[in-house]
């Protein structure tokens, strides 16, 4: 490697896979084998999990401060949900693509025209967004069910052979691992490659990234599709998996609780997604039932301790306390 | 003559609902052109002021004008404690921690007040006198809404005079149109928010108590008509009392005249008209150009 720049071999060094990296994936397939009774709760992890690692890429990379992702996983699902119920499309891999395509064209479509504003503005337009699809999902309730959503919807089995079994959702894990897998190889990737660095630019500072002739507006707006394809295609995997999709997969409850999870688990870090989705899952999971007020109390204050003292969350803490400089990013 | 009437009926009931909306958001307008600063926890602070009003008038059997004056004291201390303990620590910080920062505190509100006065609505009984209705000449309309436009109307004079006409509101206009000018000009700005973020955080109780009638008050209220609140805010541009006023009043109008007409897809006509809004003119319809 002599020649090389030293700017280029600092690059390569950090992009190279590390061994610790193999543990989600590992730890992901020993709970198939360990838990099988608890898979449907470790789908929707995973599932969580592409979603946030989809928010990580907008927010977390290219600093795009947004209250209204849920507007793709929603246009996702609903992709999946529509085609299925009325029996245009049921076989799962290509109408999975297809929610990625819905969604992004609807990436494509609303960056390009919010991602000219900042701050204020940019949050109320992606909230209003999202507000706008999830009123007429449910108005057009001859197509999407209305308020009741639409289940039971049939779906064909995986490859022509591995049924989608609600009872026993062994293809359902299996599935979204594989997915989530793929696509996080993509992104991560995506976010070494010099598109990903010059996202990181734009994140730190705008202005000088035009200074150096970076085409800014374009980036955003392609950073912005690739996220919206991808949080499509993690809705398009939750409305197959489950065999349904509702307004909640539209509404700001889901919006919000992405944000807290990547928050909690620590944005603009390729494993913060993981990280926040298995804490926030777990804790929802066991104490949102038992104690559903002391729940958001607690969560509420944990959000208020995430914002004044930990402005990384659990990984940017691990990070601060460990000995390493910074861990994943 | 009939259609006379019902364009009255709808202007009246329309202009009603502005006015809470308008009492509510004022605060929140002030705030975030002053500091920039992403406030989703207002709506939660009329929440309180809300449920302050209807506990002081069921437990202590106080009136409803005073039981209001508690409540705006009440939320206006309150929030002057989070704003020094709390706010002030992020107003550098990134927009994201300050999302953040204040999502929590809603839910915190919202499970603190689940916790003491349970899930269900809390009745905000009116005083006899306000209620029924009142011979306006050309229709009879109820009693309530003229009050409110009446009061509404008042408060926005009060506050237009008070930022036009007083040294403080001179302050929070420099302050908002160039916020180092003004410091490097002797402003304090630091108690200057204090003071405009306690009192816009009463006016947004008093907006709670005064529209629970129409609104509701239940813990998800915070939630579920921030929205509207922001909607408000950014259509009438940040930091300005008279765009807040006009389009408070503008969207209490025609929300009240599509749930009316269309209340199908009412919501969906508010979102689409705030987003093409904003695109076309971002700092809002009566904001200064950034």
Redesign the interface.
Same mark, same amino acid.
Do not use: K, N, S
């Given at each position: 490697m002599t020649g090389a720049h030293p700017a280029a071999l600092a690059l390569a060094r950090r992009h190279r896979l590390r061994p610790g990296e193999a543990l989600p994936w590992l730890l992901a397939l020993g709970w198939f084998f360990a838990f099988p009774r608890h898979l449907g709760f470790g789908t929707e992890v995973l599932i969580t999990i592409l979603f946030a690692v989809s928010l990580d890429l907008a927010l977390g990379y290219a600093g795009i401060v947004t209250l209204g992702h849920a507007a793709f996983f929603g246009a996702g699902a609903y992709t999946v949900g529509m085609l299925a119920k009325h029996g245009i499309w049921h076989e799962p891999l290509t109408g999975l693509a297809l929610a990625g395509a819905v969604a992004a064209a609807v990436g494509f479509g609303s960056g390009l025209v919010l991602l000219r504003t900042r701050g204020l503005t940019l949050l109320m337009l992606t909230l209003c967004t999202m507000a706008l699809l999830e009123e007429a999902a449910n108005l057009a309730h001859a197509w999407t069910g209305g308020f009741d959503g639409l289940d039971s919807l049939p779906i064909a089995p995986l490859l022509g052979r591995f049924e989608f079994n609600p009872l026993i959702p062994r293809t359902q894990y299996l599935y979204a691992l594989a997915v989530l897998f793929l696509c996080f190889a993509f992104v991560r990737t995506l976010v070494y490659s010099p598109f990903g660095q010059s996202l990181t630019g734009i994140r730190e500072n705008a202005p000088r990234m035009h200074a150096v002739g970076a085409p800014v507006p374009r980036r955003l707006v392609v950073c912005y599709t690739l996220s919206a394809a991808i949080a499509g295609i993690a809705g398009g995997i939750w409305a197959q998996a489950n065999a349904y999709v509702n307004l909640g997969t539209l509404g700001l409850d889901r919006a919000a609780t992405v944000l807290i999870i990547l928050a909690l688990g620590g944005h603009g870090r390729l494993y913060g997604p993981f990280v926040g989705a298995v804490a926030y899952m777990a804790l929802a999971h066991y104490l949102s039932k038992i104690y559903p007020t002391a729940w958001q109390l607690g969560l509420g204050l944990l959000l208020v301790v995430i914002a004044l003292f930990a402005k990384n969350g659990i990984l940017g803490i691990a990070a601060a306390l460990g000995p390493r400089r910074r861990a994943g990013a | 003559m009939i259609l006379g009437v019902d364009v009255a009926s709808l202007l009246l009931g329309g202009v009603a609902a502005g006015m809470v909306l308008f009492i509510v958001s004022v605060g929140l307008s002030i705030t @975030?052109g002053l500091m920039?600063f992403?406030n989703l926890a207002h709506g939660g602070f009329a929440m309180l002021g809300g449920y302050a009003v209807a506990h002081a008038m069921k437990a202590w059997g106080l009136g409803f004008v005073p039981a209001l004056a508690f409540g705006f004291l009440l939320t206006a201390a309150a929030s002057a404690v989070l704003e020094r303990l =709390?706010y002030a620590?992020?107003y550098r !910080? !990134?927009? /994201?921690? &300050?999302? =953040? %920062?204040t999502?929590? /505190?809603? %839910?915190? @509100?919202? !499970?603190?007040l $689940? @916790?003491r006065f349970g899930p269900e609505n809390q009745p905000l009984p009116l005083p006899s006198a306000l209620q029924g209705q009142i011979d306006l000449g050309i229709t009879r309309y109820r009693t309530y809404s003229i009050v409110l436009i009446a009061v509404g109307a008042a408060i926005a004079l009060g506050l237009w005079l008070g930022v036009e006409r007083t040294r403080m509101g001179a302050q929070i206009r420099a302050a908002v149109d160039n916020r180092r000018m003004a410091e490097s000009l002797g402003i304090d700005i630091d108690r200057l928010f204090t003071l405009t973020f306690a009192f816009g955080s009463g006016m947004a109780a008093l907006g709670g108590g005064l529209g629970a009638e129409f609104l509701g008050l239940d813990p998800q209220y915070a #939630?579920k008509y921030l929205?509207y609140f /922001?909607?408000v805010v950014?259509v009438g541009g #940040?930091g300005r009392v008279t765009g807040v006023f006009f389009a408070a009043l503008l969207i209490g109008v025609l929300d009240f005249a599509l749930k009316k007409y269309l209340p &199908?897809?009412g $919501? =969906?006509f508010i979102?689409?008209l $705030?987003?093409l809004l /904003? =695109?076309w003119r971002? &700092?809002g319809l009566f904001g200064a150009k950034a």
């Open positions: - | @975030m920039g992403v =709390l620590r992020l !910080a !990134a927009e /994201l921690d &300050q999302v =953040l %920062f999502i929590g /505190l809603v %839910f915190v @509100m919202i !499970a603190a $689940t @916790m #939630l929205v /922001l909607i950014a #940040l &199908q897809g $919501t =969906l979102y689409a $705030t987003i /904003l =695109l971002p &700092q």
